[in-house]
């Protein structure tokens, strides 16, 4: 096992790109709250521009919690993921983070609170959220949907807004070629492109992704992965939401791992993917069940 997030081949190959640093300095894994193999441990970048701090974040739905007591963090630029079965909680953390539901606890963006602000100032401040269910305009071109993602642009001129299209045009060829397509006629790995190209169009320093590869073929999820990879690069952090442990454990450098709403298990990828009770649960023989 390496220090840098990278678990070496397997299904999906190399997509860490090599730039994920070391982040924690231990490898280890940690229980939470433990104080070890914290990403804060380690080279994770002082709180400031694009640094996600949750703390101690609770979510209730009518008195029953979803989300308990979850405690996380991303760095500037990292792959941060949360694993964990069906009804975890892993959405609501996502939507709360985004504005989408309220939750009590400490929620800090670039050094900024963000308790108290709605959906539109958080994606603002350089966040944006794309949904399990994509939610594109299907009777709408894959053009205006990406202008929709634009919204934070909006001040900055038409010349940006061009150059983020171009962006996603590079990052996603298969969009530039559909450009004139209603999204409503799109497979789905090509839906999943357009929400994420959607979202970047914002050019957010922090993507939120919920399950990108729910219901896609292996061969798109690798490619759906490979680009989360390149984000990196780009100084985009991701917070990922997956099913998928294993793609998301190779793609990720540090992992949470989400059980009836808290946080039982957390470290390095790389490290948790050689953990006997992640390997157990979710990557051995049946963990598809879940
Ligand atoms: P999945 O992988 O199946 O999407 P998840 O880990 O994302 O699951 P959530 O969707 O966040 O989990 O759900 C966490 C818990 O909260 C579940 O028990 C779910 O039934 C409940 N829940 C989610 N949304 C609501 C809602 N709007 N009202 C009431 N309960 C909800």
Do not use: W
């Amino acid at each position: 096992m390496t220090h840098d997030g990278r678990t070496g081949g397997g299904l999906i190959g190399d997509l860490t790109g090599g730039a994920a640093g070391d982040v924690t300095g231990s490898g280890d894994v940690a229980q939470p709250g433990t104080g070890r193999g914290g990403i804060a441990g380690g080279a994770m970048a002082a709180a400031g521009s694009g640094v996600l701090e949750v703390s101690h974040l609770s979510v209730s739905y009518g008195g029953i919690g979803a989300v308990r007591d979850v405690s996380l963090q991303v760095g500037a630029g990292q792959i941060v993921t949360v694993i964990g079965p069906n009804g975890a909680g892993k959405t609501t953390l996502l939507n709360a983070i985004m504005g989408v539901h309220s939750g009590r606890g400490g929620l800090r963006f670039s050094g900024q609170d963000l308790q108290g602000l709605g959906i539109e100032d958080r994606v603002r401040a350089g966040i944006c959220l794309v949904p399990e269910k994509r939610e594109l305009f299907g009777t709408m071109t894959v053009e205006d949907n990406l202008r929709l993602g634009a919204f934070r642009l909006r001040g900055a001129g038409r010349a940006a807004a061009r150059a983020a299209m171009e962006d996603v045009y590079t990052l996603f060829p298969r969009l530039r070629e559909r450009r004139g397509q209603h999204a409503g006629t799109l497979s789905g790995g090509e839906r999943q492109m357009l929400a994420m190209g959607r979202a970047l169009m914002a050019r957010p320093d922090l993507l939120l992704l919920d399950e990108p590869s729910l219901g896609l073929a292996p061969l798109i999820v690798r490619d759906i992965f490979r680009i989360v990879a390149g984000l990196r690069s780009r100084g985009c952090a991701v917070l990922l939401v997956e099913q998928n442990a294993r793609a998301a454990l190779q793609v990720s450098d540090y992992a949470y791992v989400l059980e009836t709403g808290q946080v039982v298990l957390e470290g390095p990828s790389a490290a948790l993917a050689g953990d006997a009770r992640v390997v157990a649960t979710y990557l051995g023989a049946g963990a598809d069940a879940l």
